[in-house]
């Protein structure tokens, strides 16, 4: 909009220059976005044509659109061609579904264009979201911890601290190069590849990632752990890190984690769990078991717009040493305009500019708030449950039906399975089973996906979605058969 003034000046803004037309296109906005999520289990993405990609890639006028013509292209040309993330039927990823509230909640955040969460209602907001995730999770009250955008983003931050904090030397001034012995860490074969990219990025290389084989239920083997650890002393190695899984990607597994912080406090290693979804079964009922020890790690690497369904993208870093946290990523000489503002005290201990890579802080810790704030302990113990029952009742389908086959135990909220009537050989049930992936991608990507563990080739369903009935795990099953059958004949 521009604005002539009286000394002649044409001055701009982007605020519009009718507010009561402005607020009737928000209102269709929400309407938009409300009416698919409400008819969400009969939405279907649609395959992109020609006209559609054309509409979307374009050039970039000089003087815009306008607010009113972008939306409708959104509406035509965007919204039915996105993944729908949201479906009830969605269980090939572990994504959340998001939530109505959810939606609000990030316009109320986008609304204040928050850029800062070390001052002010937001410092407090976010503080508080840092001790309600430690007292859901059983960690110390004493750690510290900081929002992240998502698991990755998590896991690089423990992984940051532990190197800076287990290293021989001052990492921060000499870097890695100053190092004698080579840095080493250690996780099973079934952990999550974002692992690799943050010992690359921390200068370790991936060579430094000891990738150690798991057992028949894919949890780590501490026996190879332990000859490893003790190989590489031998070899002039410095092993610094121990990392466990509360849930792997594939089958839903975890490591015993008691056992993997005992080894890590006798050889004086930092202790880091990458929980990203699995760590939220400290909520549930009956799975509180499977992260016996969490609360003995160093560091832990947890999502929210996972299990706990809250929008994209969200995550969290706890960490027990908080002044080991806070000298890994507080800036130095090279940013005395901002040291100069503070003193070294328990406020900035928990600033979280001084806690993750990113100086800028886009509020994130406002959708948590008011998400957990809304619904509460039990709430979410509720649909954590609900998750992992669903599961159970999704397993038993598979076992009591002579067509299909567990390929894994079901130890918390996946299953692998895959279609096997008699007579097919090993190598006609990979092939058959393919083929069925392909046909469900074909039409409802992400329905499913599929995986191989320990050299078999499996389909694969990860339950994170609160919108999930038992009868949609009833059409899966009879899904899948029929689709097996079409591609026998």
């Not at 508080?128 to 510290?144: C, D, S, T």
Request: glycine residues 6%; aromatic residues 8%.
């Amino acid at each position: 909009m521009k604005v002539s003034t009286e000394n002649g000046f044409t001055e701009e803004t982007l605020d519009p220059a009718d507010w009561k037309m402005f607020r009737a296109l928000g209102h269709q906005m929400l309407d938009s976005i409300f009416d698919y999520i409400e008819n969400i289990r009969n939405q279907r993405t649609l395959p992109l044509t020609p006209t559609v990609t054309n509409e979307i890639c374009c050039p970039l006028s000089e003087e815009g659109e306008g607010e009113e013509k972008v939306f409708e292209i959104y509406q035509r040309s965007i919204l039915p061609y996105t993944l729908a993330i949201a479906s009830p039927k969605l269980w090939g990823a572990v994504v959340g579904q998001g939530s109505p509230f959810g939606v609000l909640a990030e316009m109320l955040r986008a609304g204040i264009n928050g850029a800062q969460e070390f001052s002010f209602a937001e410092a407090k907001v976010n503080l508080q979201v840092i001790e309600w995730i430690k007292e859901l999770l059983g960690f110390p009250k004493e750690a510290g911890g900081v929002l992240t955008c998502g698991g990755s983003e998590a896991n690089f931050t423990g992984l940051a601290v532990a190197r800076n904090a287990k290293a021989a030397v001052q990492v921060k001034e000499d870097g890695v190069q100053g190092l004698a012995q080579k840095m080493v860490l250690y996780c099973g074969d079934e952990t999550h590849r974002c692992l690799e990219r943050s010992v690359e990025l921390l200068g370790l290389g991936n060579k430094a990632l000891r990738s150690i084989s798991t057992d028949a239920n894919c949890k780590i083997r501490i026996d190879l752990l332990e000859d490893a650890i003790k190989k590489d002393r031998q070899d002039g190695y410095h092993p610094f890190c121990i990392i466990g899984c509360a849930g792997t990607t594939n089958t839903g597994s975890f490591d015993n984690l008691n056992e993997l912080a005992d080894l890590a406090e006798t050889e004086d290693m930092w202790f880091h769990i990458d929980g990203a979804f699995g760590a939220w079964v400290k909520i549930s009922h009956t799975h509180q078991h499977l992260v016996n020890g969490m609360e003995r790690a160093d560091s832990l690497a947890v999502d929210f717009h996972k299990w706990m369904n809250m929008p994209y993208n969200v995550g969290c870093t706890l960490v027990k040493d908080r002044r080991a946290h806070f000298s890994t990523f507080a800036y130095g000489h090279e940013a005395e305009y901002i040291k100069s503002a503070f003193e070294l005290s328990e406020d900035q201990l928990s600033n979280p500019h001084n806690l993750a890579l990113p100086l800028s802080r886009n509020f994130s810790s406002l959708k948590v708030y008011m998400l957990l704030r809304a619904y509460g302990k039990n709430k979410y113990r509720r649909l954590i449950q609900q998750n992992l029952d669903q599961i159970q009742y999704l397993a038993e389908l598979i076992k009591a039906d002579t067509e299909l086959e567990l390929t894994a135990s079901v130890e918390s909220n996946v299953v692998c399975f895959r279609f096997r009537p008699q007579g097919l050989s090993e190598v006609e049930t990979e092939i058959i089973n393919k083929k069925i992936m392909d046909d469900i991608n074909k039409n409802s990507f992400w329905m499913i996906s599929d995986t191989t563990v320990k050299g078999k080739y499996m389909l694969r369903a990860c339950n994170v979605n609160h919108r999930t009935k038992r009868e949609d795990l009833d059409f899966l099953v009879n899904h899948v058969k029929r689709l097996g059958h079409k591609n026998l004949n």
